[in-house]
T-cell receptor, first 115, second 113 residues
Framework: DAGVIQSPRHEVTEMGQEVTLRCKPISGHNSLFWYRQTMMRGLELLIYFNNNVPIDDSGMPEDRFSAKMPNASFSTLKIQPSEPRDSAVYFC?????????????FGPGTRLTVL | AQSVTQPDIHITVSEGASLELRCNYSYGATPYLFWYVQSPGQGLQLLLKYFSGDTLVQGIKGFEAEFKRSQSSFNLRKPSVHWSDAAEYFCAVAHSGTYKYIFGTGTRLKVLA
């Protein structure tokens, strides 16, 4: 398997623009997670999907952030409008019942810079 | 509240020296424990995990970790460090049957040639 795939790997945008990050989980995994990593706050869970349904979005910082999972093989995280404080590395991770014990597999991340 | 503490933000060791990275957790039940490694510009890779059984667990790349319930610790060790081990290391804890990881703040390892 190719692992968790994220695109783009790098994104530079200007304040106020819409940003869309994409994730393809490992085939057969039924749980998907979006994380944000910053120097100040470390790794934060933004949202968790199970069987394509958002279960916990308590980590989504504000209404400017939204996430969708239209099917088992694709998810998006959208920021609209973006702000400089959104600059971070965003990771997608997936997990499945076959993996046992909640093991999460992480993608390579998207480094977002908002100018 | 559940928490994970990695008391060392930075550690520097010489190549060939032994390594121990500390991790302490605060948790009411027997946790699921993980160590991940993040190389520069990369995602997190699982090194090892503990769920139950033998308290000394072996992982990839020659790493091992020991679960000590009495000390609420899950320290990561390697007998001889290689320059390629330079990276950031994260300890995480999860409640059995749930999805939510609590990550530590990470320890950045530097290896001197």
């Amino acid at each position: 398997d190719a692992g968790v795939i994220q695109s783009p790997r790098h994104e530079v945008t200007e304040m106020g623009q819409e940003v869309t990050l994409r994730c393809k989980p490992i085939s057969g995994h039924n749980s998907l997670f979006w994380y944000r990593q910053t120097m100040m706050r470390g790794l934060e869970l933004l949202i968790y999907f199970n069987n394509n349904v958002p279960i916990d979005d308590s980590g989504m910082p504000e209404d400017r952030f939204s996430a969708k999972m239209p099917n088992a093989s694709f998810s998006t995280l959208k920021i609209q409008p973006s702000e400089p404080r959104d600059s971070a590395v965003y990771f997608c991770a997936s997990s499945g019942t076959g993996t046992g014990y909640n093991e999460q597999f992480f993608g390579p991340g998207t480094r977002l810079t908002v100018l | 509240a559940q928490s994970v503490t990695q008391p060392d933000i930075h550690i520097t060791v010489s190549e060939g020296a032994s390594l121990e990275l500390r991790c302490n957790y605060s948790y009411g039940a027997t946790p699921y424990l993980f160590w991940y490694v993040q190389s520069p510009g990369q995602g997190l890779q699982l090194l090892l995990k503990y769920f139950s059984g033998d308290t000394l667990v072996q992982g990839i790349k020659g790493f091992e970790a020991e679960f000590k319930r009495s000390q609420s610790s899950f320290n990561l060790r390697k007998p001889s460090v290689h320059w390629s081990d330079a990276a950031e290391y994260f300890c995480a804890v999860a409640h059995s049957g749930t999805y939510k990881y609590i990550f530590g703040t990470g320890t950045r390892l530097k290896v001197l040639a």
